[in-house]
């Protein structure tokens, strides 16, 4: 348990590592709870179970990936975009896990960059049903965006994960992340005629705030 | 048509000779606050295009105006009949973003409440299934009898169906005088009274016949999608959060989850059924268990300083996997809320569904996808 | 004598006053009978828009009854309705359909806006997706306050509706 916050200190943000360090010394403080209720002689190879996960794909896929925190049933792995399609095989042929609970776009204005996040999780394998994979991975954004036209694009996951058809859409209309190879980028939940930004997007601001 | 007028989404499709379009929705009693977009050779179903988004209220950018506190009552709204469950993993979320130990009476007490109101939310859906099949005492009989688990949870925490009961740091208030003898009475009368709609209805061979073998998912379908809840179980997965990942005191009560292998319509309407009297279990294990007193709330923490902090945490609503990203920038609003919502992602699943099924079997199969418009829009 | 009153061009003039004498000297029992017919059959369309028909479904179970006050479950074709429930946010989306399905239900018609998103917009005043209220899209009636509105809110509504009808002129639409 005591090399998780060294491992957790490598945050989204780089720049910002050296102020998270210390304060993420309480988390795991938080998340023990989760796991105390299990057998306690669980908890020393919880972290371990997990770190195992992280090694595999560094292992496999060296600089293009990085660890951004390992804490009890969930590993968080960036991914560069180049690289997001072949990792997600490698989670889904080598480790096991077999669909995709969410995708979450984040935007980063300060970054220019949007963040997609995949949370992978397991129903075949017993020994993953606690875990969440996140892979996130980073798109270049552009501040005048043109859904669709742009170069806020990545590569879609659909043909690996068929379960995040409907998210990427989402994705595609809230924040103007174009997924390709994804068959059907058509606008989901926003009114037909949307003609405003994507809503998501941190320089949208709602009327009156 | 007087065409300019309407928005692109209304203008009527010209079709094949033999294939014919159809709008199910917004406004059909057999779809509720959506539209599906059919399209039908005959009476079968060759194509089908869900079109959600009427309900589509923004929820998750006006969660980034509003702080962690204030976050609560909008973000139980996506499904207000099971508002403790939608907002479970938020709160769980916020919570160990603060690194807070909820004390272990507040715990129970949460747990307690959503299990009530996850058999409330069913017995509603089970309602409207009834309503769906055109079998009136389906609709009567649930909609009255979740009127006395209302009266309970009304009880708890002062409203009807929007509790706003947990909040970061543990629940509103504490339970009232006497309320485990009044819990313990009303569910075992309700459990006793559950366990009737097996005459009535699951047991009704004109139900069975409408919906046996209809709208199957198989097993490995139902994986590849990432179905989740009642729609998995029915397929033959044994996945529930409750036992996978158990959060609060789940891993300390006594209870099962129910399987089918068929996965028809029929498996998928009875699953929630078989839920609720584990629910029943689950209530009565929990107040037997429950510390009788103590302290239910903790104060919160100022939030921790200093760059990006993400947290992602799921729990077992009504509907199936409910999960909760919260991305942090430790400013007193969350910089990003995105909510993952079992409607939503049992929504994949219904033109795998439909497709060569016929168009009266519709509304049967929608509605057994354990759906809530609302949420899935959110 | 009523022959030679009657020319092709008076006509219509005749035939026309004619009605506007025998409705003004029976549109108090007419009136009252037609309105009376009105209140006690009082068909909701059944359009959903948000999440206030829970309650709605709620009023009209075993114990709230709606139906004992005249107003029937929302169950029939759009065509044959006179009420409109407004249950609950109007999204973008939503609002030009709300509109379609207002516009071809058969005169007369009410609107009763239920909850406070109908209202106002209520806890989605901010949003970027949601009216600020149906009164930009539909002439409202009746406005039931509440998020949600309980059902015995919901019923005072359609009574006060009633209220309403009664008072109303019955020939506006003959």
Same mark, same amino acid.
């Given at each position: 348990m005591s090399s998780e916050p060294k491992k957790e200190a490598v945050e989204k943000k780089p720049e910002d590592s050296k102020p998270t360090n210390d304060k993420t010394t309480e988390k795991p403080a938080a998340t023990k709870p989760a796991p105390k209720k299990v057998p306690p002689k669980e908890e020393p190879e919880l972290p371990a179970f997990e770190k195992g996960i992280a090694d595999k794909i560094i292992e496999n896929f060296g600089e293009k990936t990085t660890i951004s925190f390992v804490k009890p049933d969930r590993v968080g792995i960036k991914v560069g975009r180049d690289a997001v399609h072949d990792v997600a095989e490698f989670a889904r042929d080598v480790l096991n896990y077999d669909h995709v609970d969410s995708v979450s776009g984040v935007d980063y204005p300060a970054d220019k960059e949007i963040e997609v996040v995949y949370h992978l999780s397991s129903y075949t394998d017993p020994t993953l049903s606690r875990q969440i994979l996140e892979l996130a991975t980073r798109a270049q954004r552009e501040d005048k965006p043109i859904p669709g036209n742009d170069a806020t694009r990545l590569p879609s996951l659909r043909d690996? #994960?068929?379960?995040?058809? #409907?998210?990427?859409?989402?994705? #595609?209309?809230?924040?103007?992340?174009? #997924?390709?190879?994804?068959p059907d980028n058509r606008r989901l939940l926003l009114p037909e005629d949307w003609a405003d930004l994507p809503p998501l997007r941190k320089d949208f601001r709602n009327k009156g705030r | 048509m007087s065409t300019p007028i309407l928005p692109p989404g209304l203008a009527i499709q010209k079709a094949d000779e033999r294939i014919m379009t159809l709008n199910v929705g917004p406004q059909h009693p057999g779809s509720g606050h959506m539209r599906i977009i059919v399209q039908i050779d005959g009476d079968y179903i060759v194509a089908c295009d869900p079109d959600p988004g009427y309900v589509h209220r923004g929820e998750e950018k006006m969660a980034e105006y509003r702080n962690y506190v204030l976050n609560v009552p909008h973000?139980?709204?996506?499904v207000i009949h099971d508002s403790c469950n939608v907002l479970y993993p938020y709160v769980l979320g916020v919570e160990e973003l603060l690194g807070l130990e909820v004390t272990e009476r507040a715990k129970y007490i949460r747990v307690i409440a959503a299990e009530l109101n996850r058999c409330v939310y069913t017995m509603y859906w089970l309602a409207i299934y009834g309503i769906f099949l055109g079998h009136s005492t389906m609709f009567m009989w649930p909609a009255g009898d979740r009127e006395l688990l209302i009266d309970l949870l009304e009880k708890m925490t002062g409203a009807r169906v929007t509790h706003s009961y947990f909040i970061p740091g543990g629940i509103r208030n504490d339970l009232p005088a006497n309320f485990e003898d009044v819990c313990l009475r009303q569910v075992n009368y309700f459990e006793?009274?559950?366990?009737? $709609?097996?005459?009535?209805?699951?047991?009704?061979p004109i139900l069975i016949s409408r919906t046996e073998k209809t709208g199957v998912l198989t097993r490995e379908n139902a994986i590849r999608l990432g179905t989740t809840g009642s729609v998995l179980r029915a397929?033959?997965?044994?996945?529930?959060?409750?036992?996978?990942?158990?959060y609060d005191v789940y891993d300390e009560l006594d209870f099962e989850t129910n399987v089918m292998k068929s996965g028809d319509s029929y498996a998928r309407s009875r699953i929630p059924w078989l839920d609720m009297m584990e629910s029943?279990?689950?209530?009565?294990?929990?107040?037997?268990?429950?510390?009788k007193s103590g302290s239910v709330r903790v104060k919160l923490k100022p939030n921790p300083k200093g760059g990006f902090d993400s947290v992602y945490k799921r729990v077992e609503s009504g509907r199936g996997a409910l999960g909760c990203y919260i991305v942090s920038?430790?400013?007193?609003?969350? $910089?990003?809320?995105?909510?993952?919502v079992p409607s939503f992602r049992n929504l994949i699943a219904l033109p795998h569904l439909l497709i060569g099924e016929k168009l009266g079997n519709m509304p049967s199969t929608y509605w057994s996808l354990n759906y809530w418009p609302v949420e899935a829009d959110r | 004598m009523l022959k030679d009153l009657i020319t092709s061009q008076n006509a219509n003039v005749f035939v026309g006053k004619l009605g506007d004498i025998l409705e003004k000297a029976i549109d108090k029992p007419l009136g009252y009978a037609i309105n009376w017919g009105r209140i006690w059959s009082l068909w909701p369309v059944h359009i959903e828009t948000a999440c206030c028909s829970v309650e709605f479904g709620a009023a009209s179970s075993p114990r709230y009854d709606v139906e004992r006050f005249g107003i029937i479950e929302a169950f029939g074709s759009l065509r044959q309705c006179d009420l409109v429930v407004v249950q609950g946010t109007i999204t973008r989306k939503m609002a030009p359909r709300l509109r379609l399905v207002y516009d071809q239900m058969p005169e007369p018609k009410y609107v009763i806006a239920m909850g406070a998103c109908a209202i106002?917009?209520?806890l989605y005043f901010d949003s970027y997706n949601v009216l600020p209220g149906i009164d930009g899209i539909l002439p409202v009636d009746v406005y039931v306050p509440g998020c949600p509105p309980r059902p015995e809110t919901l019923i005072q509504g359609c009574m006060l509706l009633q209220e309403k009808i009664k008072r109303m002129k019955a020939r506006k639409f003959v």
């Open positions: 690996i #994960f068929y379960s995040v058809e #409907f998210h990427e859409r989402e994705v #595609f209309e809230m924040l103007g992340v174009y #997924f390709e190879g994804h | 973000l139980e709204r996506p006793k009274r559950i366990k009737e $709609y097996a005459d009535v209805f699951y047991e009704n397929s033959g997965v044994d996945y529930d959060v409750r036992k996978k990942e158990p029943c279990r689950i209530i009565r294990d929990a107040l037997q268990k429950m510390p920038d430790k400013k007193p609003e969350p $910089y990003r809320v995105k909510l993952s | 106002t917009g209520g």
